[in-house]
């Protein structure tokens, strides 16, 4: 009910904790299964500080605007482009949204398909119920990346683009994004690669030798790259990232914002009012780590990755569904729904609703989160297999 008269502060706020007291939380180490961490306490003052930013409205707030340029720049840099054009949105799912929105546009073929992974993240569904595009789905190989041939055989005259994965949701799966970029170059198709999550691991992953499919704009066929700096980049959601090699991709999906009172601009995000301070955050945080900081993370997470599978193999009635090939470790059991329920139960933040239990090993899980997750793991499957 909406109240008649206001209480203080301190005793909406005593509601709050009370009424939040079951969310489990980062800091916990309990949530094991999350692509988004507890932010660094730098990003955290930066939100804090510029809070009041609005990017919708950049003509009031061109020092912010000129920054999120700048971001977007920095963010190209990283996957290998000197100037890039895009934005940070609300997340992987709306820079996937304008990644779609961009290829259909530019194509102009009545009956738009867009070929897409198996394995793909389910923004592309709501992508393509909301512009009108077919989804055709490619198979997958054994290892879990997609099957080139079989994306190829699925090209037709009605086909307006590509998208490969650097990371999926599940897995974490790099596909073979060369491939899939000489495949766009033959037929003049763009790429859309989503990094959604891979996009601040890999390059760094690649730095400290781990083999890994180049996946960004050093491949020609490669045309926008989703990179969200709310997963690894540990910056507060909500902070996403699109990034277009060419600036046409960008203008076609704008539209003219006549009425702002920074005076009128030309918008291609699907939010019209959005966070400049989380934009802020974006720039401050790759400034503040720098791919020294940030690497030192990742060799910190993929190592743990590596030690957890493998304590996860000594543990008699689960099997890993493959070995990581990023920070993300999945498992199956025969017995997964009495397992999930019993992992639940112990306050695990983690779900098998894709027929296996997926630990996103983040920057907020630590090797004694782990450790105790591996503990109640081998009670419960002592129990359950007896
Ligand atoms: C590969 C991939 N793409 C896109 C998304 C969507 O990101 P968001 O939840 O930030 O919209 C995710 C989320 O997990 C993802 O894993």
């Given amino acids: 009910m909406f109240p008649l008269k206001g209480a203080i502060e301190e005793d909406v706020l005593r509601e709050l904790d009370k009424k939040t007291a079951d969310d489990l939380t980062f800091d916990s180490g309990k949530i094991l299964g999350s692509m988004c961490t507890y932010p660094h306490p730098f990003a955290i003052r930066v939100i804090t500080r510029y809070i009041d930013r609005n990017l919708g409205d950049p003509g009031l707030h061109v ?23 895009g934005h ?28 897409l992974p198996e394995s793909a993240h389910f923004s592309f569904i709501k992508a393509a119920e909301m512009l009108g595009v077919k989804l055709v789905w490619a198979e997958l190989n054994g290892d879990y990346t997609v099957n080139v041939k079989d ?27 060369p491939a899939l970029s000489d495949l766009a170059l033959n037929y003049g198709l763009p790429l859309h690669v989503d990094a959604a999550f891979g996009g601040f ?13 180049d996946f960004d704009f050093r491949l020609k066929g490669v045309k926008s790259i989703t990179i969200d700096p709310h997963k690894m ?29 920074g005076g009128k601009i030309w918008q291609a995000t699907i939010t019209g009012t959005r966070p400049g301070a989380n934009a802020l955050a974006v720039w401050a945080m790759i400034k503040h780590l720098g791919f020294e900081g940030y690497k030192k993370i ?23 569904i493959r070995e990581p090939v ?61």
């Fill in 88 to 115: 940070i949105v609300s997340g992987g799912t709306e820079a996937n949204i304008l990644a779609v929105r961009a290829m259909r546009n530019l194509a102009e073929v009545e009956k738009p398909e867009l070929i």
């Fill in 298 to 320: 990742v060799r910190e997470k993929m190592e743990l990755a590596r030690w957890f599978a493998s304590e996860l193999k000594k543990i008699s009635g689960v099997y890993l």
């Fill in 233 to 261: 980049g540990m910056v507060p959601i909500p902070a996403g990232g699109i990034i277009f090699r060419e600036k046409k991709f960008l203008e076609s999906i704008s539209i003219l914002a006549p009425y702002l009172a």
């Fill in 63 to 85: 020092g912010s605007q000129k920054i999120e340029r700048e971001a977007v720049n920095m963010l190209a840099n990283l996957l290998g482009l000197e100037k890039g054009y």
């Fill in 151 to 177: 994306v190829e055989n699925k090209i037709t005259d009605n086909t307006i683009g590509i998208v490969g994965i650097a990371g999926t949701t599940g897995l974490g799966v790099v596909d073979d994004i």
């Fill in 201 to 213: 691991v890999i390059p760094f992953a690649k730095a400290l030798g781990y083999a890994l499919p």
């Fill in 326 to 386: 990023l920070n993300i470790v999945s498992f199956g059991s025969e017995k997964l729904e009495e397992l999930e329920g019993e992992l639940k139960e112990r306050g695990w933040g983690i779900s098998a609703h894709r027929g296996y239990i997926r630990i996103v090993v983040m920057p907020h899980v630590k090797r004694e989160h782990l450790e105790e997750f591996l503990e109640d793991l081998k009670e419960i499957m002592g129990t359950l297999t007896q």
